[in-house]
């Protein structure tokens, strides 16, 4: 690119004073959602946070699971966490909602707006993504992913590459009914094992089991030797998040 051509991209151009004072003005936008999010959520631990399709509907064997499986949790002293829409969110929050521990919606506002479901002790509303990923890892002990699609995908890769890097501490990720997992999981090890792009000892990081009591038990059996509360070293972790 030439030196006329150059000075004639619009990134060379003076500021759009307000253009810049709206993105400004997103910044504490951002600021507010994540201090309500530490405030309403900080006393909400040991607690898991489960995702899964928002399309899956009420009479699908897979609502049935996510029903029973948040209903193991809260039972067991764990506040679930969902995306606070409809399908398997739905199922957590409900499963949750009828336990003994507190059921939380972390809801995204949508141009096709997501509906809120009615099963949140806790219910939280975001604009931006990233700000509800924090809000999904900070204070999970663990990751209970059920059947979805590339919604639920994202949130299964974001928590396997803080993991991976050592961005926060090593936890649960559990996918649910092995069938639909089966295909992505022979990927993982066909195709990015074999090619480099993971190492073997990443596919550590999951779990893949099938009914309720095996989600609970893995999740105490993780933390058996260690207890729910972050060491140290972790705690440096969830600050940097």
């Known amino acids: 690119m030439d030196d006329k051509h150059r000075a004639n991209h619009p990134s060379m151009m003076p500021l759009n004073d307000t253009m810049l004072s709206r ?3 997103k910044i504490f936008q951002i600021m507010a959602e ?3 999010g530490f405030e309403r959520l900080a006393q909400i631990k040991p607690s898991v946070s489960i995702f899964g399709s928002a399309r899956t509907p009420p009479d699908h064997p897979y609502y049935k699971l996510t029903e029973d499986i948040a209903r193991a949790l809260s039972d067991a002293g764990f506040s679930v966490v969902s995306g606070g829409g409809p399908g398997l969110m739905e199922a957590a929050n409900k499963g949750c909602f009828a336990g003994k521990s507190p059921s939380i919606g972390l809801n995204i506002v949508l141009p ?3 509906s809120t479901n009615q099963y949140q002790d806790i219910s939280l509303h975001f604009r931006h993504f990233f700000s509800r990923k924090v809000m999904f890892v900070k204070y999970a002990s663990a990751y209970v992913v059920l059947p979805g699609g590339f919604g639920t995908l994202d ?3 974001e928590i396997l590459t ?3 890097t050592g961005k926060t501490r090593r936890i649960p990720i559990i996918l649910v009914h092995k069938p639909f997992w089966e295909g992505l999981i022979n990927w993982f090890k066909t195709t990015l094992v074999t090619e480099g792009t993971i190492d ?3 596919l550590n990081l999951i779990q893949v089991l099938d009914k309720p009591e095996e989600v609970v038990d893995a999740i105490f059996n993780h933390y ?3 207890g729910f509360e972050p060491s140290a070293e972790e705690q440096e972790m969830l600050l940097d998040l």
Request: glycine share 0%; hydrophobic share 40%.
């Open 155 to 157: 949130e299964l890769a």
């Open 34 to 36: 994540f201090v309500e």
């Open 200 to 202: 073997e000892s990443d």
């Open 162 to 164: 803080l993991v991976q």
């Open 224 to 226: 058996e030797s260690r």
């Open 112 to 114: 096709m707006e997501q």
């Open 23 to 25: 993105e400004s003005w």
